[in-house]
């Protein structure tokens, strides 16, 4: 199956590591213009000496002002994925108001803002669109010590809904991608001890955690042509966890 993002303009969240940076490479891959917006300009630096097409943007999206400011003139966006987030975890009776705070901030207002900046856009354009979400697992099944992550990640699934909802006539397309732990960097440090690891992967019927490409691959088909008739979607990526 061919994909090709030729003449299209994407814009990726998160992209400074993990899936966001992958995910930023693939779009210029396979022919996107691409905008990458993260919060640390030395991870956009290595980013751009690695895919010199890729056109940075350094802001923090937990700040409502800053973040209009900073994309707001970035151009037609036909391609948007929400992949920014932040994961600090603790047992339901230690979680804060700050934490509670700075999460929902993140991954669910964050979420709205960028949306509703792109989507009036494309809406002013009539081009239509299509918007990927990258929510988690932890949306759909509790996980201990992740209260504050599971809410946030459920709302963004409910929040992708909706925005599928209103967006739909409009031809702007909005899923969103459920993946397991995933082997970033970060999901490789976090998840190094066996005795842990194996507490998860035994609920995994392919036994294992998912590969960035593997997450990546699910977010491109959902931006692509090849999904057009498919929004609303909550797509895992999880090897199966999810249906046990």
């Known amino acids: 199956m061919e994909i090709s993002f030729k003449g299209k303009h994407a814009l990726v969240t998160g992209a400074g590591k993990g899936i966001g940076r992958a995910?930023?490479?693939?779009?210029?891959?396979?022919?996107a213009k691409v905008t990458a917006v993260t919060r640390t300009q030395s991870d956009l630096d290595s980013l751009v000496q690695e895919c010199p097409s890729v056109v940075p943007v350094c802001v923090d999206l937990a700040d409502w002002q800053a973040t209009e400011a900073a994309i707001r003139d970035v151009g037609p966006v036909d391609l948007l994925i929400n992949n920014a987030a932040c994961a600090v975890l603790q047992p339901f009776l230690e979680v804060t108001p700050d934490q509670f705070d700075?999460?929902?901030?993140v991954n669910v207002k964050a979420v709205l803002h960028v949306s509703q900046v792109v989507a009036?856009?494309?809406v002013a354009r009539r081009s239509g669109g299509s918007v990927v979400n990258v929510s988690s697992q932890a949306s759909r099944c509790a996980l201990k010590n992740h209260t504050v992550y599971c809410a946030t990640k459920a709302a963004l699934d409910m929040l992708t809904k909706v925005m599928a909802l209103?967006?739909?006539p409009h031809q702007i397309r909005v899923n969103s991608?459920?993946?397991t732990v995933v082997m970033t960097e970060m999901g490789r440090r976090g998840w190094s001890d066996p005795e842990k690891a194996e507490a998860m992967t035994s609920r995994?019927?392919?036994?294992?955690?998912a590969e960035v490409d593997e997450v990546v691959n699910s977010i491109l088909f959902l931006l692509s042509?090849?999904?057009?008739?498919?929004?609303g979607a909550s797509l895992p990526v999880d090897g199966g966890f999810l249906a046990c």
């Open 23 to 31: 995910t930023a490479r693939a779009l210029a891959r396979y022919g």
């Open 102 to 105: 700075q999460s929902f901030a």
């Open 120 to 122: 009036r856009g494309m």
């Open 166 to 168: 209103e967006l739909g």
């Open 177 to 179: 991608v459920n993946p």
């Open 204 to 209: 995994i019927p392919l036994g294992r955690f």
């Open 225 to 231: 042509d090849k999904s057009t008739m498919t929004t």
